[in-house]
């Protein structure tokens, strides 16, 4: 699969939903009319409402700006294979690159409802055509011009440094991805300036139908804090990793 090959139009506004259940059941409904056939049909009605609801509480597919995110068959972000020459890998034990946590943090990287007024997402300042980073000296944020370049992202995974930001301010990929959701500058849920705080953004999320179905695979439950959030580090680190 090639990079970003589901989630495209970075300039354009991420709006996930779940498809209606004629969109997300097609296949179902398909089994459904070979399965059921030849039942009452009131029983077949039963069975295929059940069968319905299951598949769209499953959100069997998410729409992704122009691409769907197909939750029945997650890309193999877990196992990709790595050359032999390949011998550093700074994910850590605690955080292991899990399919269904990195389709959460891919998602999570392209939402620009990540931002204070859903303009700018991580994909805004980190574009794959240039190896995730910006053609320009410094990004463009909520709130005006941020003070360094973006630093780019292949390779993150097995990367010497251990460290990010330019000033080298993140120990670990998991403490930098939420430092620009928390700037003033570049996302605005600082809690300061008058902009909104951290746990409005968590709010804002949790009322995302798309983020509990998201949440509740990656996790065993819907409820989002930081930590959760920081999950776009499993997916820089499986994603984008070029070997």
Not at 120 to 138: G, I, L, R, W, Y
Not at 230 to 242: C, G
Request: aromatic residues 8%.
């Amino acid at each position: 699969m090639p990079l970003d090959s589901e989630l495209t139009n970075e300039g354009s506004p991420q709006r996930l939903r779940k498809p209606g259940v004629s969109r997300v059941c097609t296949s179902c409904r398909r089994a459904g009319r070979l399965t059921f056939r030849g039942l009452l049909p009131r029983m077949k009605f039963l069975l295929f409402a059940i069968a319905t609801f299951v598949a769209a509480q499953s959100a069997a597919s998410l729409k992704a700006q122009s691409g769907v995110v197909d939750l029945t068959t997650l890309a193999n972000y877990a196992n990709q294979p790595i050359p032999p020459y390949i011998t550093r890998n700074n994910t850590p034990p605690n955080n292991p690159i899990t399919n269904a946590g990195a389709t959460l943090g891919r998602v999570l990287f392209y939402d620009k409802r990540l931002s204070r007024d859903d303009t700018v997402s991580c994909s805004s300042c980190h574009h794959q055509a240039t190896a995730f980073s910006d053609t320009a000296t410094a990004s463009t944020g909520v709130n005006g011009t941020t003070g360094r370049h973006a630093m780019r992202l292949i390779g993150s995974r097995f990367a010497a440094e251990a460290k990010f930001f330019w000033d080298e301010r993140a120990i670990s990929l998991e403490n930098q991805t939420t430092t620009p959701v928390r700037d003033h500058i570049e996302m605005g849920f600082s809690g300061t300036s008058g902009d909104p705080a951290f746990t409005d953004l968590v709010t804002k999320l949790g009322a995302v139908p798309e983020y509990r179905v998201l949440f509740s695979m990656t996790f065993g439950s819907v409820a989002i804090d930081e930590t959760r959030n920081s999950e776009s580090a499993r997916a820089i680190r499986a994603q984008y990793s070029v070997v």
